[in-house]
């Protein structure tokens, strides 16, 4: 089951095939829809990997006792803080929460200290963000593990007021390079991969990392982990430890 980028798994999926002959078929959807649909069906489930774009996923299937412990030799190809500490999935990649800025409108010194700094009135109609997504979800539980569900309600309430609202990250950053807006949150790699590319939508946009513990200082991980209902629980743990 993959809630990553259907491109990148794909081709994960094609370069484990043509090294090692065993093949891979994908079943695509989002982390919390696969991640119920795993609890669902327990012991029956067909899959053999799951694989998440942001960690909550992870913690509610591993919460329901549903994965095999990972490989020893594929914990040990990841860092302490990108795997779980029961040792039952692994991060596979990392994202970092960024301020995407119009640098054309916007000096290091104009920036927001501080993701909650956001909130402030002087905000108000300047940036904007991508909150139906998973990407942004996540972002907002970093929020609520550090700072506490009032402090998290309340900026809430104050983004409802001040940002302007896009359908996914790369359409809110190419709207700060439009200068539509004069920043966004958004994940780092979408400004690295328009930059790959042409940079048609990033030329104006500079990025800007929060630091100091602060909610915006966010590092999402995608994960993976392989279900103890497996019936190819060699294959589905090479799988694994190929795409780490």
Not at 13 to 32: L, P
Not at 48 to 77: C, H, I, R
Request: negative net charge; glycine residues 8%.
């Amino acid at each position: 089951y993959n809630a990553q980028h259907e491109t990148l798994t794909q081709a994960w999926a094609d370069g484990f095939t043509k090294e090692t002959g065993i093949k891979v078929t994908i079943r695509n959807g989002s982390d919390m829809q696969f991640a119920n649909q795993i609890i669902q069906e327990g012991a029956a489930s067909p899959a053999d990997v799951y694989l998440t774009e942001n960690s909550p996923g992870m913690t509610l299937v591993d919460a329901n006792k549903l994965f095999a412990p990972v490989d020893a030799a594929t914990l040990a190809q990841v860092p302490e803080t990108f795997k779980a500490a029961d040792g039952n999935w692994i991060g596979v990649a990392a994202r970092s929460t960024v301020f995407a800025y119009d640098k054309t409108k916007l000096k290091e010194a104009d920036l927001p200290k501080s993701m909650l700094d956001l909130a402030d009135p002087k905000w108000k109609g300047r940036w904007g963000a991508s909150p139906a997504g998973a990407d942004f979800q996540a972002i907002v539980s970093a929020f609520l593990e550090l700072k506490g569900e009032d402090a998290t309600r309340a900026w809430l309430k104050a983004m409802k007021e001040n940002a302007s609202f896009y359908k996914g990250n790369s359409v809110a950053m190419k709207a700060v390079n439009a200068g539509e807006i004069e920043g966004a949150l958004i994940y780092h790699y979408y400004w690295f991969g328009d930059q790959a590319k042409t940079g048609e939508n990033s030329k104006n946009v500079l990025l800007h990392y929060f630091k100091n513990q602060d909610p915006g200082a966010f590092v999402s991980i995608s994960g993976g982990a392989v279900l103890a209902s497996s019936q190819h629980q060699k294959e589905a743990q090479a799988f694994l430890k190929w795409v780490t």
